[in-house]
C-alpha cells in the first residue's frame, strides 16, 4: 500500500481546502476568526443549492 498521507483529497471546495495550518497562520487565525467548521462536500453542495435557489441569481 502506497503512503497517501501527502495526498491532496479531491474535493469541489479546493479554494477552501487546506492541509495544515502554518504555526503563524494558524495564530492569525485565531485573532479574526470565530469559528472554522469542517464540512463533507455533500453538505457543502446542499447548502449551496438552498444558497442559490433563494438568491436572485436562482429564480
Do not use: W
Amino acid at each position: 500500500m502506497g503512503n497517501n498521507r501527502n495526498k491532496t483529497p479531491t474535493t469541489i471546495a479546493g479554494g477552501a481546502q487546506t492541509q495544515h495550518l502554518e504555526y503563524y497562520i494558524f495564530f492569525y487565525y485565531t485573532k479574526i476568526v470565530y469559528n472554522i467548521l469542517i464540512v463533507s462536500d455533500d453538505e457543502l453542495i446542499s447548502h449551496i443549492r438552498v444558497f442559490y435557489s433563494t438568491s436572485k441569481n436562482g429564480g
